[in-house]
């Protein structure tokens, strides 16, 4: 043999991983002691997502939010004694209704975008990033990689909704007292019950958000840009909002992920009517699981160059 194809011939030693990409099928042989379980473990990539600014941001968005409408009602003018009450004036009447305006202003677009950037980004921040292949050539598992950044990136958002209304209800409580949640409808549950009516509430929240989580990760699977991921959940969720208030639609607008979106406050009266919430549960869900298995079969299928 020449020296020259000697030169261009590739040699493997015995064991050695093979990382490049390789046709559908193929198989490599994996070097001595390599577990494919002990790779990208849940508490390195916790860490990992942890230190990102963007998640510090979130959450301090998500605290901050209570502090900021506190600080909008203090600076408000007081309306017109006409006798009515206002929903501002509502939610001054005590800490569990000032925790109710809290969720009702983020629940259908700040924690709509905090979930969103938390899947959307997670996969395609590493291809942004030209990361994603030397993950894969360590080499961790595709389907095991999907797996752990979609279990962290559940349990950020999940913390990020629990976490507003407890920030709420004690911003609420030192401001305007732990009484009672008096409902729109003149109906009254005491502090207890209206906390664990709240606590239920960010709960369906999270379930139902699960729909705005299987989306931003296929999106995050099938694009290098972040910011599109995001953002294509994000305007999703809107345009089925919009699509929601055109009753012309009539029963069509029933299947829209979003429709059931409110339903959270059915927990609200004294008797609680889980008709909605429970259609609401499934809708997200179905929709959650149809985007999820799109996006495995999307990404084990998909050629990884960045």
């Not at 345009?239 to 429709?259: C, F, K, M, V």
Request: hydrophobic share 50%; charged share 15%; net charge positive.
């Amino acid at each position: 043999m020449s020296t020259e194809s000697a030169a261009v011939e590739p040699t493997v030693a015995p064991g050695e991983l093979v990382t490049a990409r390789q046709p559908r099928g193929h198989t490599t042989t994996a070097a001595p002691g390599y577990r494919a379980g002990r790779t990208l473990r849940l508490r390195v990539e916790l860490a990992r997502q942890l230190a990102r600014r963007r998640t510090q941001v979130s959450v301090g968005l998500v605290v901050l939010l209570p502090v900021l409408l506190w600080l909008a009602f203090q600076l408000s003018k007081p309306g017109p004694a006409n006798g009515s009450l206002t929903l501002v004036d509502l939610a001054k009447g005590s800490g569990p209704n000032f925790t109710v305006f809290a969720l009702f202003a983020s629940s259908s677009f700040l924690l709509v975008v905090v979930v969103a950037l938390f899947f959307g980004d997670t996969v395609a921040s590493e291809a942004s990033w030209s990361s994603l292949r030397y993950l894969l050539a360590a080499p961790v598992p595709r389907t095991r990689l999907l797996r752990q950044k979609a279990i962290v990136a559940a349990g950020l958002s999940l913390f990020a909704v629990v976490l507003l209304p407890a920030v709420a209800l004690l911003v609420g409580s030192l401001a305007y007292g732990a009484t009672d949640l008096v409902s729109p409808t003149g109906e009254s549950l005491s502090y207890g019950q209206a906390a664990g009516r709240i606590l239920l509430a960010a709960v369906y929240v999270a379930l139902h958000l699960s729909w705005v989580a299987g989306l931003a990760l296929l999106l995050s699977v099938s694009t290098d840009a972040p910011l599109g991921a995001v953002g294509g959940a994000v305007m999703t969720s809107i345009l089925s909002q919009i699509l929601d208030t055109i009753t012309a639609l009539e029963g069509l607008r029933n299947y829209l992920p979003t429709h059931y979106g409110p339903a959270w406050s059915d927990l609200l009266s004294a008797q609680i009517d889980w008709g909605d919430m429970t259609r609401g549960v499934f809708s997200a869900l179905a929709y959650c699981a149809v985007f999820c298995a799109l996006a495995a079969w999307r990404f084990t299928r998909k050629d990884i160059t960045s």
